[in-house]
T-cell receptor
Framework: AQSVSQHNHHVILSEAASLELGCNYSYGGTVNLFWYVQYPGQHLQLLLKYFSGDPLVKGIKGFEAEFIKSKFSFNLRKPSVQWSDTAEYFCAVMKKAAGNKLTFGGGTRVLVKP | DAGVTQSPTHLIKTRGQQVTLRCSPKSGHDTVSWYQQALGQGPQFIFQYYEEEERQRGNFPDRFSGHQFPNYSSELNVNALLLGDSALYLC????????????????FGPGTRLTVT
């Protein structure tokens, strides 16, 4: 079965530190890839997505992610985090051949200390 | 432009009872997917409705059922509630194209927090 793995369950950073969250998936076919964010008390919001083309994608709030097909990875990065980036981050995969069902990773809780 | 709305916001039920959750999709969307997010976990796909039919289903028992109405809104029904059904239930809407939902973006609602005691 297809799975999505997020390597870190919890990350604690200070403001201005760089952030990188890992995501690997197990499906070998063509996929669409997503990072969603869930701020405390708010609903899931899309940070960025990869459908095709340039494997380095830029999203909202200064986030970017790189798709490395050979490594089945889609890691999320931000050069300098802010306290407001405190949230839970979810990687998700959509198999192109199977409708638009999303398979999510377990999430990474990020705490940014002011 | 109204986003995805869900009702109720919170719900407390007793084991063995039945519950119905409701979702109205984003304006212009015709496809509704339901996800269960247990505490500390990522959302898990329950099922998807398009053209008033269940098109895909995840690994959930038959106690979980749904419906889509002609106005594209949807209901999720859970029978014989178990303690383990306590979770945040998320609805996501998207636009099907040419009879297929493949590759289309999903937009999530705020969820319904179900607590089973």
């Amino acid at each position: 079965a297809q799975s999505v793995s997020q390597h870190n369950h919890h990350v604690i950073l200070s403001e201005a530190a760089s952030l990188e969250l890992g995501c690997n998936y197990s499906y070998g076919g063509t996929v669409n890839l997503f990072w969603y964010v869930q701020y405390p008390g708010q609903h899931l919001q899309l940070l960025l997505k990869y459908f095709s083309g340039d494997p380095l994608v830029k999203g909202i709030k200064g986030f970017e992610a790189e798709f490395i097909k050979s490594k089945f990875s889609f890691n999320l990065r931000k050069p300098s985090v802010q306290w407001s980036d405190t949230a839970e981050y979810f990687c998700a995969v959509m198999k192109k051949a199977a409708g638009n069902k999303l398979t999510f990773g377990g999430g990474t809780r990020v705490l940014v200390k002011p | 432009d109204a986003g995805v709305t869900q009702s109720p916001t919170h719900l407390i039920k007793t084991r063995g009872q039945q519950v119905t959750l409701r979702c109205s999709p984003k304006s212009g969307h015709d496809t509704v997917s339901w996800y269960q997010q247990a505490l500390g976990q990522g959302p898990q796909f329950i099922f998807q409705y398009y053209e008033e039919e269940e098109r895909q289903r995840g690994n959930f028992p038959d106690r979980f059922s749904g419906h889509q109405f002609p106005n594209y809104s949807s209901e999720l029904n859970v029978n014989a509630l178990l303690l383990g059904d306590s979770a945040l239930y998320l609805c996501a809407s998207s636009l099907g194209v040419g009879g297929s939902t493949s590759g289309s973006m999903q937009y999530f609602g705020p969820g319904t927090r179900l607590t089973v005691t």
